[in-house]
């Protein structure tokens, strides 16, 4: 809906209800004018409402002889089912067993059916997130992060970090490197510029489907692993979806005979609610991540009568749900010498991955590899065993060059809110390869086996308790055994417990079984303030012996300002380490800088991050861009203040400007304008608009702003008096205007001369001459009174 003259709602509001000279000494308003006849023939917009249920619609019903007609087009929107409604304009007073009620007070249309009329609605638990069209606009962005250092005896450098990003309707075009230079002394890294990857992505939206050109990395699934290619990369991309939840959820079926509202308790906890009418239903997508649980509803409908059911259940995000799919292909050449050269790519491959959801308890995976001398092929399988956890298990084959053999791998899963186990094992034969082995060079050991650098067994189990007021605690053992016989045993033991306030305590230790030593760790965290905290450690490693370290840091505030760290540790085997850092950001740029070290051995450092953006010929500094953004403009009017999510975050620039970073993709966030300081005859059309941004994109957010001729008025009629109340203002091509009380009137879309055709409530006409001169600073004038002439 057009929005008028941002202050025609209380100008107009006070000056129509405010009388101040007809009837001054007579504390009673006059009486109201009389009411227009209401025709036998009418058409009303209402909202359409069938068995208590609000069906969302607005749509046209015709009162016709104390019946009301309706579109049966409209009646199939609604749900009503094919065989009971007619085609064309449907007389609702025809229809069998249908009910009619008109409310005037909520224009509404009330429509009872039969029960059996109405079908079983899928209602996600407490509102679900629709999918909101991404929007996307033209431009580039430049990413930089400078960084110089400097250390006692070793010599410094300075190093140029860029991510230059060009973007469209069709995708984006990103490229990444830096460039190094070292100063006297020498720090012996590479000097020159170092390209990293340099990547065309389109995506599509409603497929959740990517499509990347350039460097790639392989898509790979828990059992198998990836690669850095140059060429070209197809397949599904779930995080273009947000709205969409890809993992099997539990469904609650039942049915409402009123509206009722529904209460959802998980392990005892309320975790939301939602409203349910009349008929049958299926609620999906309870809100609950993972693991084993009981889920509670509790119904309460209009009389305050309660049902409670529940429903027990095991979630993971391990599965598919039934009939979705997921997977990728890569094909090109292996990437080798990342980021030491810049074009270094060896022999041809391809690379595909499968997933898909047989039921929701079984999720198939299939996985294979290709190239010259390299074949490979691998199957697998997510199974989900009732309340009891999750088993996933695989097997791949491969034959690279004159070496043949397997992989074998299963594991375990069970998580509740009390406790969570896992484990994973994996079992490898010699002559087992993959790309990631392909186009390394093979070497033999005394018996001409190949020495593979995969291990050949991998063991991992893994335990954690929530004890409650007594913290969590966790236990993990990982053992990694290689073909040469060589062996790692690792056991790590934690603890961690809140204490007071939000401060906390964690506790760890780690044995090396081969080395037969402890590490262990003590760390306390103390919050003193809204942004301050302090933290002590204490460490005991084989090698750095015991170290005693505290560490007190001041966050930067989110809308920016200054950040600093301070640290102090007594190292027994060394000398006293120190730190310092402070950082300071605005809106265009953030700075840090300090020192690290021991005496002697001083590091000393400093950077800037940010980016510059360029968008409808306008270049910003802003904050680094890791995603997307959004750029404000309003017709090139300055310093109107902008809010992001409710949230003020600036005022346009000279040209009407404001750039908006850190914007999350896909996410459909809130974009609004304060209009208090514009001028008085500026017409907007909106003040706040809901936009979702492609990723790795930018969009231009116009609120459109027209300077419009507005005045008000005060008419007489011919003995002096103000025209009645209620009289109807007419212009050529113009909508009708109402006079208020004491004759004024407020009117829109002026010309230099506006003739005015003045209708009473009592059918009498009269004529007037409004002349609007100029207003250059934009502020409301009234005119008159007047005089408003009968036609002769």
């Known amino acids: 809906m057009a929005v008028g003259p941002r202050q025609l709602k209380p100008a107009m509001a006070i000056l129509l209800c405010i009388s101040t000279s007809a009837w001054a000494g007579d504390d009673e308003l006059p009486p109201p004018p009389d009411a227009r006849t209401v025709v036998n023939d009418a058409v009303f917009q209402l909202a359409l409402v069938v068995n208590h249920y609000e069906t969302g619609q607005v749509v046209p019903v015709t009162r016709r002889g104390g019946a009301f007609y309706l579109s049966g087009a409209d009646l199939l929107r609604a749900g009503l089912p094919p065989e009971h409604v007619p085609s064309g304009e449907v007389n609702l007073s025809s229809l069998a067993q249908v009910q009619t009620e008109y409310d005037s007070n909520g224009q509404r249309l009330l429509l009872t059916v039969p029960r059996e009329w109405v079908s079983s609605r899928i209602i996600p638990f407490g509102g679900q997130t629709a999918q909101h069209k991404p929007h996307y606009g033209r431009g580039a962005l430049l990413n930089y992060d400078l960084y110089t250092s400097h250390s006692e005896h070793t010599g410094g450098q300075a190093a140029l970090w860029h991510e230059f990003r060009y973007f469209n309707e069709n995708g984006s075009l990103s490229s990444t490197g830096y460039v190094r230079e070292n100063f006297t002394g020498g720090s012996g890294q590479q000097e020159g510029y170092v390209r990293y990857d340099t990547t065309l992505m389109i995506t599509d939206e409603e497929d959740a489907t990517t499509f990347m050109a350039g460097d790639v990395i392989s898509d790979a699934l828990s059992w198998s692993s990836s690669v850095r290619m140059g060429g070209i990369s197809y397949g599904r991309d779930f995080s273009l979806r947000p709205d969409l939840v890809t993992w099997p959820l539990p469904e609650f079926s039942g049915e409402a005979a009123v509206p009722t509202s529904v209460d959802l308790f998980i392990n005892g906890y309320r975790s939301g609610s939602t409203r349910l009418q009349p008929g049958p239903f299926t609620l999906t997508n309870l809100p609950y991540i993972n693991g084993a649980g009981d889920a509670v509803l509790v119904t309460t409908d209009a009389l305050g009568r309660q049902v409670s059911t529940t429903l027990p259940f095991y979630v993971t995000s391990d599965l598919l749900s039934t009939g979705l799919s997921d997977g990728a292909i890569t094909l090109g050449s292996l990437r080798r010498n990342y980021g030491i050269k810049n074009f270094d790519y060896g022999p041809a491959a391809g690379s595909g991955s499968y997933r898909y959801g047989v039921t929701d308890w079984l999720t198939l995976e299939g996985h294979g590899e290709a190239a010259e001398e390299l074949a490979l092929g691998g199957a697998g399988a997510v199974v989900k065993i009732g309340r009891f956890g999750v088993v996933n298990s695989s097997y791949s084959r491969s034959r690279m060059r004159d070496d043949e053999g397997g992989?074998?791998?299963?594991?375990?899963?069970?998580?509740?809110?009390?406790?969570?186990?896992?484990?994973?094992?994996?079992?490898?034969?010699?002559?087992?390869?993959?790309?990631?082995?392909?186009?390394?060079?093979?070497?033999?050991?005394?018996?001409?086996?190949?020495?593979?650098?995969?291990?050949?067994?991998?063991?991992?189990?893994?335990?954690?308790?929530?004890?409650?007021?007594?913290?969590?605690?966790?236990?993990?053992?990982?053992?990694?055994?290689?073909?040469?016989?060589?062996?790692?045993?690792?056991?790590?033991?934690?603890?961690?417990?809140?204490?007071?306030?939000?401060?906390?305590?964690?506790?760890?230790?780690?044995?090396?079984?081969?080395?037969?030593?402890?590490?262990?760790?003590?760390?306390?965290?103390?919050?003193?303030?809204?942004?301050?905290?302090?933290?002590?450690?204490?460490?005991?490693?084989?090698?750095?012996?015991?170290?005693?370290?505290?560490?007190?840091?001041?966050?930067?505030?989110?809308?920016?300002?200054?950040?600093?760290?301070?640290?102090?540790?007594?190292?027994?085997?060394?000398?006293?380490?120190?730190?310092?850092?402070?950082?300071?950001?605005?809106?265009?740029?953030?700075?840090?800088?300090?020192?690290?070290?021991?005496?002697?051995?001083?590091?000393?450092?400093?950077?800037?991050?940010?980016s510059l953006v360029l968008m409808d010929g306008e270049l910003f500094a802003a904050n680094k861009i890791n995603d997307a953004f959004v750029v404000i403009s309003t017709d090139g009017q300055p310093d109107v203040p902008v809010s992001y999510e409710n949230q003020p975050v600036g005022r346009t620039n000279r040209n009407g400007y404001l750039l908006v970073s850190g914007v999350s993709a896909y996410y459909p966030a809130s974009y609004s304008i304060n209009t208090l300081n514009l001028p008085a005859d500026t017409r907007l059309k909106e003040t706040e608009r809901r936009v979702a941004i492609r990723r790795h994109s930018g969009y231009l957010v116009d609120f459109p702003m027209e300077q419009e001729r507005v005045a008000s008025v005060i008419l007489h009629d011919a003995s002096g008096l103000p025209v009645p109340v209620g009289s109807q203002v007419r212009r050529p091509s113009r909508p009708a205007a109402v006079v208020g009380y004491d004759g004024l009137a407020w009117l829109e879309n002026l010309h230099d001369i506006n003739a005015l055709d003045v209708t009473t409530p009592d059918g009498k006409r009269c004529y007037a001459t409004l002349t609007v001169g100029a207003n250059p600073a934009h502020k409301l004038q009234t005119y008159g009174p007047l005089l408003c002439r009968e036609a002769p």
Do not use: C
């Not at 991992?460 to 053992?477: E, K, R, S, V």
């Not at 540790?569 to 006293?576: K, L, M, P, Y």
């Open 407 to 610: 992989q074998i791998g299963w594991g375990y899963q069970y998580s509740t809110s009390e406790f969570s186990i896992t484990t994973q094992h994996t079992r490898r034969d010699r002559g087992f390869g993959n790309l990631a082995l392909y186009d390394q060079q093979t070497v033999y050991d005394e018996n001409n086996e190949p020495v593979a650098t995969l291990s050949r067994n991998t063991d991992q189990y893994a335990i954690t308790f929530n004890m409650g007021d007594y913290g969590n605690i966790g236990a993990a053992w990982i053992g990694v055994e290689s073909f040469d016989d060589q062996k790692t045993e690792l056991l790590n033991l934690s603890w961690s417990r809140n204490l007071w306030g939000s401060s906390s305590i964690y506790l760890a230790a780690s044995r090396d079984q081969q080395r037969d030593d402890w590490t262990v760790a003590m760390s306390l965290q103390v919050p003193l303030g809204e942004r301050d905290s302090a933290a002590v450690t204490f460490e005991q490693t084989p090698d750095a012996g015991s170290t005693q370290r505290i560490n007190y840091n001041h966050s930067m505030p989110t809308d920016g300002g200054f950040s600093w760290n301070m640290a102090w540790a007594n190292q027994s085997r060394s000398r006293d380490y120190q730190q310092a850092t402070l950082g300071w950001r605005n809106n265009n740029i953030e700075l840090q800088g300090g020192g690290y070290g021991e005496e002697g051995m001083m590091t000393w450092w400093g950077e800037a991050m940010g």
